[in-house]
């Protein structure tokens, strides 16, 4: 199969090209069609997939140039929102046009501006409400509304302000969820935003061959020593540890750094240029380990990233596949560590019930034992106003 075979509008074929896209994915292969339709659509495959161009195409084919905001894509962190206008804009140019990110933490004028000339806007919750409270954005003219990671933002902390966003937009709109997990309770809401949707579900793992997943049992007092001792023996072209709270994300970084593996903490008690600088180095090989929260679990797209670690396991055994999909996307391959110690049982048995995935258990060989400072207090009294005030603040 080839993009031109799926009789896609001219200017948007010509940017597939010229971005190097010429044979569909599955995914895309099965939604493009469906969505040209104008039905509603719940589509669910693997992290890596290509689900982004699969709704960004028959969009862009469909948005008018000087017609207003026509579609709108909510998704749950402003990582996200910006890398998505990244691949939005691979197939905007031709057509002239406009895609604008809309997310909190930076100004909000020069937003105010690019909203009075965009026809796709990609935004999270929080800064959508935001314009929408100050009729800065009108979603009057919405044919299109996106939820991605649409599991997420259905889950407590964003449904609410989801709700909102969709109860603001036109009734006759199409409505499109997409993940890489849909459990049922998300079908179940589905249905009273969604008109007669169609499903698309292709794999839900990545193939296991791409993506082999290892777990380590250790003591607890042990825990750091062998990550540290697995990430300069196996050393990451860029590998990404998860934690499952900020001052872990800090006090490992901290952990590693001084015991020579270069580390930054990435997470949301942090300020929005320095989480988007932090990516950008990531992103150009200048940082090789990062640290993070689940803040980097949903939808990131860093072609480098080889080794994803779990240092905690995360609460929600969905996020577990979300955190490993950071790695072996596309088609590429990657490598999933998780360390376990006993308070890691619980969670990893939630993971483990999922009977296709297949996680292998390796014994660790002799490692030194490196020095381990806690360094909890005086970190989390840095952040623990923002920690109570703010929605995502697991991340
Ligand atoms: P998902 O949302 O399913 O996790 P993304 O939309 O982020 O996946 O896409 C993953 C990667 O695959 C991106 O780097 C994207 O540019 C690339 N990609 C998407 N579609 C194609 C295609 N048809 N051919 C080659 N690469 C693609
Ligand atoms: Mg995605």
Redesign the pocket.
């Known amino acids: 199969m080839h ?1 031109k075979e799926m009789s896609i509008e001219q200017d948007v074929l010509a940017s ?1 090209e010229t ?7 599955l ?2 292969e099965k939604t493009i069609p469906i969505l040209k339709t104008g039905k509603d659509l719940i589509c669910q ?10 709704f ?1 195409i028959p969009i862009m084919e469909k948005v008018r140039q000087g017609s207003g905001l026509q579609a709108l894509i909510v998704t749950p962190t402003r990582e996200l929102a910006l ?2 206008v990244q ?1 939005f804009n ?1 197939i905007s140019k031709r057509k002239g046009i406009r895609v604008a990110s809309i997310y909190g933490g930076v100004a909000i004028d020069p937003q105010i501006h690019v909203l009075q000339h965009s026809e796709i806007v990609i935004g999270t919750p929080g800064r959508i409400l935001d314009h929408l409270g100050r009729g800065t954005m009108h979603l009057a003219r919405v044919k299109h509304l996106v939820l ?1 990671e649409a599991d997420r933002m259905l889950d407590m902390g964003f449904i609410e302000d989801v709700e909102k966003i969709i109860r603001a937009t036109p009734k006759e709109r199409q409505t499109i969820l ?1 993940s ?1 997990t849909i459990p049922d309770r998300v079908g179940r809401l589905a249905h009273r935003y969604m008109f007669s949707p169609e499903f698309v579900r292709t794999r839900q793992h990545v193939k296991q061959e791409l993506l082999p997943q290892f777990y380590y049992d250790v003591t607890e007092d042990r825990k750091f020593s062998l990550l540290a001792h697995l990430i300069k023996e196996e050393k990451p072209h860029l590998g990404l540890v998860f934690c499952n709270r900020r001052t872990t994300a800090d006090i490992i970084a901290k952990n590693l750094s001084m015991n020579g593996v270069h580390a930054y903490a990435i997470h949301g008690g942090m300020s929005q240029t320095r989480r988007e600088s932090l990516i950008r180095e990531f992103k150009g090989g200048g940082i090789h380990i990062l640290v993070a929260t689940d803040l980097a679990s949903r ?3 860093i ?1 480098g990233i080889s080794h994803i670690f779990n240092y905690d396991i995360s609460e929600k055994p969905d996020d577990y596949i979300h955190r490993i ?1 950071r790695t072996a ?3 590429k391959s990657g490598k999933a560590i998780a360390l376990l110690c006993q308070r890691d049982y619980d969670a990893f048995r939630r993971v483990m019930s999922d009977p296709k995935l297949n996680i292998q258990r390796l014994e660790a060989g002799p490692f030194p034992i490196l020095r381990f400072l806690p360094l909890r207090e005086r970190l989390r009294f840095r952040h623990s106003k923002r920690h109570f005030q703010r929605q995502d603040r697991r991340w």
């Open positions: 993009f597939l971005s190097g896209y010429s044979t569909p994915t995914v895309q495959s693997e992290t890596g997939s290509g689900k982004t161009l699969a960004a890398q998505m691949e691979k991605d997409c890489a939808g990131l797209d072609p999909g996307r596309a088609g």
